[in-house]
């Protein structure tokens, strides 16, 4: 079945520091990749998607570029915040099939 | 546009209560979701609807759980019994074609169960 890997966390930056992490999936056909985010005490919300190969997602400085020749979707933001702690999910959707979400990686920014 | 509502935000009961989680998705969306979120296993889908009706229930983890959408604009979980190992956070969520099905979540629903 699909499936969505990334990269272990806990990730700990310095404010202003450059952030990657890195998500691969695994599917069949095309299917459409989105990057969520879970602050503390709150509920997933959509952060950008990208639903065809080559597409760049885009919001609040983060961006993923649909990579269909390495099966990746990684999420990257030029200078990071004490406010981007948070938890990151990487997720698939392939049509007729259920959500595909990672296990989340988890960011702290530190001042 | 107001997005997925969820109540209540956060039920306290003790083992063998009755629990009833609700859920409003956002008007237009005609697939809903459940999920449980614990840190042990993380995020887990429970059931989902599509047009109200129950397409995927192999989630839930026992005869003790059971979901109703009876019409498009509200959803319940029910936990009877409850059980300490039940404690969680519950998410609802909810898609359409028109969002290319991304899923929009509500603030979830915290149940501590003693």
């Known amino acids: 079945g699909d499936s969505v890997t990334q990269m272990e966390g806990p990730v700990t930056l310095s404010e202003e520091a450059f952030l990657t992490i890195n998500c691969t999936y695994t599917a069949t056909g095309y299917p459409s990749l989105f990057w969520y985010v879970q602050y503390p005490g709150e509920g997933l919300q959509l952060l950008l998607k990208a639903t065809k190969a080559d597409d760049k997602g885009s919001n609040k400085g983060f961006e993923a570029t649909y990579r269909k020749e390495t099966t990746s979707f990684h999420l990257e933001k030029g200078s990071v915040q004490v406010s981007d702690s948070a938890v990151y999910f990487c997720a698939l959707h392939n049509y007729g099939q259920n959500f595909v979400f990672g296990p989340g990686t988890r960011l702290s920014v530190l001042p | 546009d107001a997005g997925v509502i969820q109540s209540p935000r956060h039920e306290v009961t003790e083992m063998g209560q009755e629990v009833t989680l609700r859920c409003k998705p956002i008007s237009g969306h005609n697939s809903l979701f459940w999920y449980r979120q614990t840190m042990m296993r993380g995020l887990e889908l429970l059931i989902y609807?599509?047009?109200?009706?129950?397409?995927?229930d192999s989630g839930m983890p026992e005869d003790r759980f059971s979901a109703k959408m009876p019409n498009a604009s509200f959803s319940t979980l029910k936990i009877q019994p409850s059980e300490p190992r039940d404690s969680a956070v519950y998410f609802c969520?909810?898609?359409?074609?028109?969002?290319?099905?991304?899923?929009?979540f509500g603030p979830g629903t915290r149940l501590t169960v003693t």
């Open positions: 969520a909810s898609s359409s074609p028109g969002t290319n099905f991304a899923q929009y």
């Open positions: 609807f599509n047009n109200n009706v129950p397409i995927d």
